[in-house]
């Protein structure tokens, strides 16, 4: 309880310092992501820090903080909470950990493809999982994207199931992967992205999985060996920001930043849907070995015991309903 008055009293006093409505005062702002500037997170500050650079007449500018300049995930959605940080673009596998709804998305092969993701979210189911945001002390302007995951290994070319088991891949901290993985037989390993390269050249783990735009912003060609198109689980993004900045602001002001998530979302989409089509041949130039037929049948298969258990956590209805959008 007591940490909680501290939050608002933090948060109340910070807002007074920030707030720029009604007239908006030239300042900065702070935005954190935890992958290169180079890669889709950073288009998606770049395109954030346009839009709302033209909206405003040049009065809010953007200061971005990328490579986890602020902390990995957890720290800067804390820091948005307390007001530390101003913006972010983050990944469903650290909001859950707050917003446990948005979990649901994570589930593995509960998305045919890309277009059936994004109706998802741009439609009831999605916009409903933004307005939960606030109740944690976030506001979620827009949903973002990273593509579908892939797995990376330096042991063997994964075709099916079977040629996981025993594998050390690294995971975000997401129970709903975790679960999954272990049913297949791999040994998940939750790690905070900053850790994974150096576990890698290591050895401690054997692989990890990530969309292709994260395998070739990160370079992760010159560390592991295979790469497997297993698509396993659609990957989004959220851009959010701090409730301390964003409550100060009028009604224009807030619809304003609202237009800069959209268009960062957007930069985003246009990336993925590039780098899909060419960043799997980039990769080969590179010299990784690419499984592109995978046994997708026998992965989904093997998950679909697990799903009793997204039901309970998510509801049946909800899965489904998230499953049979057309």
């Known amino acids: ?15 007074s310092a920030v707030a720029i409505s009604p007239a908006m005062a030239e300042q900065t702002l702070k935005m954190a992501y935890a992958l290169s500037k180079t890669s889709h ?8 820090e346009k839009a709302i650079g033209q909206s405003t007449n040049g ?10 300049a602020l902390g990995g995930e957890r720290e800067v959605i804390e820091g948005l909470q307390l007001g530390t940080i101003d913006l972010a673009v983050v990944s469903t596998g650290a909001t859950l950990n707050f917003v446990p709804e948005t979990g649901v998305i994570d589930i593995p092969f509960l998305f045919r493809d890309l277009d059936h993701a994004r109706k998802v979210l741009d439609g009831p189911i999605g916009q409903k999982l933004l307005a939960d945001f606030p109740e ?3 506001i979620a302007l827009a949903w973002g994207e990273q593509g579908f995951r892939h797995l990376t290994n330096n042991v063997r070319a994964v075709k099916t199931p079977a040629d996981l088991k025993g594998l050390k891949i690294r995971t975000t901290e997401n129970p709903i992967h975790i679960t ?16 994974v390269a150096t ?3 290591q050895g401690t ?4 999985e990530n969309p292709i735009s994260v395998i070739v912003s990160a370079k992760l060609s010159q560390m592991q060996k295979y790469l497997s198109l297993t698509a396993h689980v659609y990957g989004p993004a959220l851009i959010l920001m701090s409730p301390s900045v964003y409550e100060g ?57 697990v799903y009793p258990e997204f039901y309970k956590k998510f509801g049946k209805e909800l899965v489904e309903s998230i499953r049979n959008t057309k």
Do not use: C
Not at 205 to 208: A, K, N, S, V, Y
Not at 260 to 283: C, P
């Open 1 to 15: 309880m007591r940490v909680q008055w501290i939050k608002k009293v933090l948060a109340a006093s910070l807002l």
């Open 41 to 48: 997170y950073g288009v998606a500050a770049d395109a954030f």
């Open 59 to 68: 009065q809010i500018k953007i200061q971005q903080f990328p490579n986890s």
């Open 136 to 138: 944690k002390g976030l």
């Open 180 to 195: 999954a993985f272990r049913k297949i037989g791999m040994l998940p390993t939750p790690m905070a992205w900053p850790e």
């Open 199 to 201: 576990a890698l050249q």
């Open 205 to 208: 783990i054997d692989g990890q």
């Open 249 to 305: 602001l009028s009604d224009e002001d807030k619809t304003k930043f609202k237009e800069a998530g959209v268009a960062s979302a957007k930069a985003m989409r246009a990336y993925v849907d590039d780098v899909e089509k060419s960043g799997v041949e980039t990769l080969k130039k590179e010299g990784m070995q690419v499984e592109e037929n995978v046994d997708h049948d026998a992965f989904v298969k093997a998950v679909e015991p």
